[in-house]
Nanobody, 115 residues
Framework: QVQLVESGGGLVQAGGSLRLSCAVGGIIFRFSDMAWYRQTPGKQRELVAG???????KYADSAKGRFAISRDNAKNTVSLQMNSLKPEDTGVYYC?????????WGQGTQVTVSS
């Protein structure tokens, strides 16, 4: 059974930091491409940051310079360090794992940035 369990969301003031983590089970993690997405009401889920199985990263323009994605293949975890948070970063953050077969999603964790 595949499981992606996010943690670390919460309420933070603008300018603050949060670190999201995602614990993954049931897939061969080191072969998977990992990513964090954000969804806000009325909008499509959008990519925030991704790291493929070779360690290559990509970021949304809004995240560049403020967010950093990392993964630990020994612990089957992927993290997103978010600094200098802005109110527009508010949303539900989802962890995703893309394998050769399909993409799996976590249940999401709420991040709220107050101004």
């Amino acid at each position: 059974q595949v499981q992606l369990v996010e943690s670390g969301g919460g309420l933070v003031q603008a300018g603050g930091s949060l670190r999201l983590s995602c614990a993954v089970g049931g897939i061969i993690f080191r072969f998977s491409d990992m990513a964090w997405y954000r969804q806000t009401p009325g909008k499509q889920r959008e990519l925030v940051a991704g790291m493929d199985n070779g360690g290559r990263t990509k970021y949304a323009d809004s995240a560049k310079g403020r967010f950093a994605i990392s993964r630990d293949n020994a612990k089957n975890t992927v993290s997103l360090q978010m600094n200098s948070l802005k109110p527009e970063d508010t949303g539900v953050y989802y962890c995703s794992a893309r394998t050769a077969a399909t993409t799996y999603w976590g249940q999401g964790t709420q991040v709220t940035v107050s101004s």
